[in-house]
């Protein structure tokens, strides 16, 4: 095997180790993905820009907002958030944000979008947004009550640490790499993908409850600060450089 020739492999969590290849053949290093929190999509920004890209897009401040930031990609399931937006809406008055853009190596994407645009076309509280610009995701991931990522696959999901950053709480599948980024109960709440009232209570429960998704929120920029900073990222790339040379 050509990996064999290698001195090292790098994967993002523990129960991503390949089975066929041993550490005794080759060092396996965890070095989960980071945020640069000086780029523009995670740096701060004054109330002022987030109601600018609101306000341009046509998204209403003052309506509790639920956001899911994320390719339109069937794995990222923005239909079963859908359902999942109009059990809430029965009882909260709110808004749903399905911002993203497509996979350039996703054929399906285009049909996604499409098919959702025809979904939606009479949701007056359901906006979809395409290939939405940094500063706009940083936008909305500070003004939303909630942010989800419903995927029913998942490598590792950076876009909720991107949302922690903020200091807004997170309802996500609890899929690939997003356990690693979530402490359920303390920065947000890890589910079923398929469990659609759990995600509608969770949700709900946050937008009614801000003093309690704000204590949430702190916890979760705390737990970013700590973990996914590129400042953490390379340091373990230090440590790989120092354990192979």
Not at 105 to 119: A, S, V
Not at 181 to 191: E, R
Not at 204 to 228: C, H, R, W
């Amino acid at each position: 095997m050509f990996i064999l020739k290698y001195d090292a492999m790098i994967i993002s969590m523990e129960k991503f180790k390949p089975r066929d290849i041993p550490e005794s053949v080759m060092p396996h290093f965890i070095i989960r993905p980071s945020i640069d929190p000086l780029k523009i999509k995670n740096r701060d920004i004054p109330n002022s820009t987030v109601t600018k890209y609101l306000t341009k897009h046509g998204i209403d401040e003052d309506k509790p907002m639920i956001a899911q930031i994320s390719r339109f990609d069937k794995w990222k399931d923005p239909e079963g958030m859908i359902k999942i937006f109009k059990i809430i809406q029965r009882k909260i008055d709110c808004q749903l944000i399905l911002a993203g853009s497509m996979a350039t190596d996703d054929p399906e994407g285009q049909e996604i979008f499409e098919n959702l645009e025809k979904l939606v076309e009479h949701e007056k509280d359901i906006h979809l947004v395409i290939n939405a610009s940094d500063i706009l995701i940083n936008a909305l991931q500070r003004a939303s009550s909630v942010v989800v990522q419903k995927s029913l696959k998942e490598g590792f999901a950076i876009t909720v640490s991107e949302a922690l950053w903020k200091g807004t709480p997170v309802v996500t599948s609890n899929v690939g790499g997003i356990s690693s980024q979530v402490i359920h109960g303390k920065n947000g709440y890890l589910l079923d993908p398929k469990d659609y009232n759990g995600f509608a209570e969770k949700i709900s429960y946050l937008i009614k409850n801000p003093d309690i998704a704000k204590k949430m929120g702190e916890y979760g920029k705390t737990y970013v600060q700590n973990n996914f900073l590129i400042t953490r990222h390379l340091l373990d790339y230090i440590r790989l450089m120092k354990a192979v040379m």
